[in-house]
């Protein structure tokens, strides 16, 4: 016998997008039950955690989850730059404290959270409209029904792929990282490393905690490339390559291994009572494949949306709609620019980077920040395209804008 329950609105999957949703929905009045399949919220770690104070200030995340981050350095083969700054305007998340503070914020406004529930099938009324999920819990069969189902399943997309929606993403990135304690670090410097030996299509990183923890990844682009992550980040750390030199002795604490969408915004991401939001729906800055900001700004959008939907008794796709103009209106145009820089990064040679790190080292760090997060405001752009005292620097801007 399955156990059948029967809420306003199902959230399935328990990270940054869902919790969010989940909230937002209950504090506009609805009952929500929010499915996760982990045996806890953030059991497994799949991000760097990298995002910005503004965005955390604007969430309300709290102090004591995340570490400041003041100056960013960027190494290729033979070039090293450093762009400093007096104040922190990034951030590295303890991931799980931050998506633990998510979910119990959603708890707190009444979500009833399903943990160790995975969600394997969807039921559809006679016009093939989703009216419910199904899965297994921790007691067996479980059902849900609901009049809106946001699928917050992240990278994996649960329901929208069970639906017949979508397909598997094509173009994505796949990280390896693992959290270590080490004997030096700077704790306000996050490092970027860039070349073919670090990584033939993305990067790596090493992003610092504090208290002499950092992460240190790689990424890699797929289909691009198809370098394993892991085995790379073995090899870089075996080697002790650039800058993990200077961490001294690495004492490993935590693997993480994740994937993220990279085929732009190519999804719908409304159907009649169903939305898509986060990785699920592919909202992720391309360049720096950060998603974070996105899931929790555009989860709290699907939720309310669907609140207002559900009390106004219409949960149809032109109901829903309002949550798709609205992140399209904040970042499509961003993500495609940002889109355009990403091709140009994935071409670079070692050499190409060695001169690239002298472009990027022309800005100011608060152009640095925008460039990175993909802010890339119009009226910004003209006047870095148009004023910038450095001709290289006015290209980069320039194929931001699409001139060439
Ligand atoms: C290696 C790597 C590094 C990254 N670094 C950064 C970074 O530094 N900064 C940044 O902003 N972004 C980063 N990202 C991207 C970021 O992690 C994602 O954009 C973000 O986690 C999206 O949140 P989400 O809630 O949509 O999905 P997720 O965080 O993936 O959450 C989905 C949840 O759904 C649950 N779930 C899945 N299927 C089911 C099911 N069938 N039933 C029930 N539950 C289910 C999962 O267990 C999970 O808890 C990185 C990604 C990777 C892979």
Same mark, same amino acid.
């Given at each position: 016998?399955?156990?059948?329950?029967?809420?306003?609105?199902?959230?399935?999957?328990?990270?940054?997008?869902?919790?969010?949703?989940?909230?937002?929905?209950?504090?506009?009045?609805?009952?929500?039950?929010?499915?996760?399949?982990?045996?806890?919220?953030?059991?497994?770690?799949?991000?760097?955690?990298?995002?910005?104070?503004?965005?955390?200030?604007?969430?309300?995340?709290?102090?004591?989850?995340?570490?400041?981050?003041?100056?960013?350095?960027?190494?290729?083969?033979?070039?090293?730059?450093?762009?400093?700054?007096?104040?922190?305007?990034?951030?590295?998340?303890?991931?799980?404290?931050?998506?633990?503070?998510?979910?119990?914020?959603?708890?707190?406004?009444?979500?009833?959270?399903?943990?160790?529930?995975?969600?394997?099938?969807?039921?559809?009324?006679?016009?093939?409209?989703?009216?419910?999920?199904?899965?297994?819990?921790?007691?067996?069969?479980?059902?849900? #029904?609901?009049?809106?189902?946001?699928?917050?399943?992240?990278?994996?997309?649960?329901?929208?792929?069970?639906?017949?929606?979508?397909?598997?993403?094509?173009?994505?990135?796949?990280?390896?990282?693992?959290?270590?304690?080490?004997?030096?670090?700077?704790?306000?410097?996050?490092?970027?490393?860039?070349?073919?030996?670090?990584?033939?299509?993305?990067?790596?990183?090493?992003?610092?905690?504090?208290?002499?923890?950092?992460?240190?990844?790689?990424?890699?682009?797929?289909?691009?490339?198809?370098?394993?992550?892991?085995?790379?980040?073995?090899?870089?750390?075996?080697?002790?390559?650039?800058?993990?030199?200077?961490?001294?002795?690495?004492?490993?604490?935590?693997? #993480?291994?994740?994937?993220?969408?990279?085929?732009?915004?190519?999804?719908?991401?409304?159907?009649?009572?169903?939305?898509?939001?986060?990785?699920?729906?592919?909202?992720?800055?391309?360049?720096?494949?950060?998603?974070?900001?996105?899931?929790?700004?555009?989860?709290?959008?699907?939720?309310?949306?669907?609140?207002?939907?559900?009390?106004?008794?219409?949960?149809?796709?032109?109901?829903?709609?309002?949550?798709?103009?609205?992140?399209?209106?904040?970042?499509?145009?961003?993500?495609?620019?940002?889109?355009?820089?990403?091709?140009?990064?994935?071409?670079?040679?070692?050499?190409?980077?060695?001169?690239?790190?002298?472009?990027?080292?022309?800005?100011?760090?608060?152009?640095?920040?925008?460039?990175?997060?993909?802010?890339?405001?119009?009226?910004?752009?003209?006047?870095?395209?148009?004023?910038?005292?450095?001709?290289?620097?006015?290209?980069?801007?320039?194929?931001?804008?699409?001139?060439?």
């Amino acid at each position: 016998m399955s156990e059948e329950n029967q809420y306003d609105l199902v959230v399935v999957g328990g990270g940054p997008a869902g919790s969010s949703a989940a909230w937002a929905a209950a504090k506009n009045g609805i009952k929500v039950a929010l499915i996760e399949k982990e045996g806890s919220i953030a059991e497994t770690v799949r991000t760097s955690g990298v995002t910005w104070i503004q965005s955390i200030k604007e969430f309300g995340i709290p102090e004591n989850c995340y570490n400041p981050i003041k100056n960013f350095t960027f190494c290729s083969p033979n070039n090293e730059i450093t762009i400093k700054d007096s104040v922190p305007r990034a951030a590295v998340l303890d991931v799980r404290k931050t998506y633990r503070w998510l979910a119990r914020e959603a708890e707190n406004a009444g979500v009833d959270i399903f943990i160790k529930t995975s969600i394997n099938g969807v039921i559809k009324n006679d016009n093939g409209d989703i009216i419910g999920v199904s899965g297994v819990g921790p007691k067996g069969e479980i059902t849900f #029904h609901s009049k809106i189902i946001i699928d917050a399943s992240g990278f994996s997309s649960t329901i929208c792929k069970t639906m017949g929606f979508v397909t598997q993403w094509e173009r994505f990135g796949a990280g390896a990282e693992w959290e270590v304690k080490v004997e030096n670090v700077d704790s306000e410097t996050w490092w970027l490393m860039v070349g073919k030996q670090y990584s033939p299509a993305g990067y790596a990183w090493i992003f610092p905690l504090g208290n002499n923890m950092v992460r240190i990844g790689v990424g890699v682009g797929k289909p691009e490339s198809d370098v394993d992550p892991t085995q790379r980040l073995k090899e870089i750390m075996d080697a002790k390559l650039g800058p993990i030199k200077k961490l001294g002795r690495i004492t490993p604490i935590e693997f #993480h291994y994740g994937l993220i969408p990279n085929d732009g915004l190519s999804r719908k991401t409304v159907f009649n009572n169903l939305i898509l939001v986060g990785d699920s729906a592919g909202q992720a800055n391309p360049l720096v494949l950060e998603g974070i900001r996105y899931a929790i700004k555009y989860g709290r959008v699907a939720g309310k949306v669907s609140a207002d939907a559900i009390k106004s008794g219409n949960t149809n796709r032109d109901a829903l709609l309002p949550y798709e103009n609205n992140w399209k209106k904040d970042i499509e145009s961003k993500i495609k620019s940002a889109g355009k820089v990403q091709d140009r990064w994935i071409g670079l040679s070692d050499e190409d980077w060695d001169k690239e790190l002298d472009i990027i080292s022309e800005l100011k760090s608060e152009e640095f920040i925008d460039f990175i997060k993909a802010e890339f405001g119009l009226s910004n752009m003209i006047k870095l395209a148009t004023h910038h005292p450095k001709l290289a620097v006015r290209q980069l801007f320039n194929l931001v804008k699409g001139k060439n």
